[in-house]
């Protein structure tokens, strides 16, 4: 039986909520900013997207492109309340929902598409339920496929409160059209090295031999790189009522300005490292590859894979201390921290090399925080640097949260 995957996306959802939730900011340009008050801003109204105002961003080069627009801080938890809803919508179409992020989900139809006439007729319900519910400010865009790749990409060509579907037929005339990073999976870094070898469409990159692209890229990531080209996923759709474990966790900051300062932007680092490590820990996991990005005066990214699993900041931070120190940037902007390629604590090896005193000293500075709040205690080396403060983020990685609307949702069967 094939697969029939929709995928659904709210327009500028962070603007879209402020606009719901306060009716002066309707059909106003305004720009989401940080929870923290920085100038960063992390998403843009409609109106502000169509006078050029592109996300991330920050709020100096808004205010100089849109003299009038509006700053509004972000209010996760409020939008968490919208994505509730969209929780709740969903279900009514199928058992099978995925919460993607905080405003997006997967719907997988196979096992209840001979109820429906087509997907279609799934959008356009969907949307009147959406504004029945909600209201006319918060829309969706929804695309659908075969698999989820191809459902995700769907959504993006008919924004906003579109309907787009690709299908065997149509892959290849909707591939010709596309940027390497129109898809997910593929991102600048990737886009630069393949055109580096000749490669600018997915029509080359399809027709590249395999053993070329595992040349440059290893195994692994070739392969991935020749399913993307040809549309290939065979992912399935995990609903979010399931206690999955996380694949990754990550943490994203925006500095308040352009940091010059090497050792100021090193601590940020060891902060975010500090942070992606205590929430492992929570987690009961332990990761081994360990990524930075980092957005200044130019842009970088890097991943490495250590020998042994960790859940120590020290660890994360000496991987992406190495990094920032062969990029050689002169200022930075925006630091992104996360580990990957993550396992059950339970099933990790202390290293030989590793003091058990270590493991224990982290557990009780986790409990000591826990229990007096955040940064109580903190590492001397970041005695004179920013308090950050984990909030809920967009991309639902915080596993808790994702539990406690796993159980609301049961409880609402």
């Known amino acids: 039986m094939p697969r029939v995957i929709l995928h659904i ?57 849109i003299p009038d627009i509006i ?6 938890e409020r939008y968490l309340d919208i994505t509730k809803k969209l929780l709740e919508i969903s279900t009514r179409y199928s058992p099978l929902v995925e919460l993607f992020s905080l405003d997006e989900v997967f719907i997988d139809l196979t096992p209840v598409n001979n109820l429906y006439p087509s997907p279609l007729f799934v959008a356009e319900s969907f949307k009147k339920d959406l504004r029945k519910e909600v209201g006319e400010t918060i829309t969706v865009s929804i695309g659908s496929s075969y698999n989820k790749l191809l459902a995700k990409l769907a959504t993006n ?22 940027s390497l990073t129109d898809i997910m999976g593929i991102g600048h870094g990737f ?27 290893g195994k692994v990531a070739a392969e991935n790189l020749k399913r993307l080209s040809m549309g290939i996923d065979d992912s399935p759709v995990v609903s979010y009522l399931e206690d999955n474990q ?17 050792e100021n932007i090193l601590k940020n680092i060891y902060e975010l490292s500090e942070e992606i490590a205590i929430k492992l820990r929570r987690l009961e996991m332990k990761g081994r590859t360990i990524g930075l990005y980092l957005h200044g005066d130019k842009s970088e990214g890097g991943r490495r894979t250590i020998p042994k699993y960790t859940d120590s900041s020290s660890d ?32 990790t090896n202390l290293s030989l090399f ?60």
């Open 354 to 413: 590793e003091n058990p005193k270590q493991e224990t000293i982290r557990r009780l500075m986790d409990n000591i925080n826990e229990r007096f709040g955040h940064h109580t205690i903190r590492n001397g080396y970041l005695i004179d640097a920013p308090v950050l403060h984990t909030k809920p983020n967009g991309y639902m990685a915080d596993r808790g949260m994702r539990k406690d609307l796993a159980t609301l949702g049961r409880d609402n069967l």
């Open 246 to 262: 996380a694949k990754s966790v990550g943490r994203n900051y925006c500095l308040p300005e352009n940091n010059y300062n090497k």
């Open 191 to 217: 886009e630069r090295r393949l055109n580096m070898m000749g490669i600018f469409t997915f029509k080359e990159l399809e027709d590249c031999p395999l053993y070329v692209l595992r040349a440059e890229f």
């Open 157 to 178: 060509l008919n924004k906003p409160d579109g309907f787009a579907q690709i299908d065997k037929e149509n892959r290849q005339k909707v591939f010709a059209n596309l």
């Open 71 to 76: 700053f509004v801080k972000a209010d996760f």
């Open 316 to 347: 994360i931070f000496e991987i992406c201390k190495k990094f920032f120190t062969q990029w050689n940037m002169d200022y930075v902007r925006q630091i992104s921290v996360w580990v990957g390629n993550l396992v059950e604590d339970k099933y």
């Open 9 to 65: 996306d709210f327009d500028s959802f962070f603007a879209s909520c402020e606009q719901h939730f306060n009716p002066n900011l309707r059909h106003k340009p305004i720009g989401v900013t940080a929870q923290n008050g920085r100038n960063c801003i992390i998403a843009a109204s409609r109106e502000a997207k169509r006078l050029g105002l592109k996300s991330p961003g920050n709020t100096w080069n808004a205010k100089r492109l």
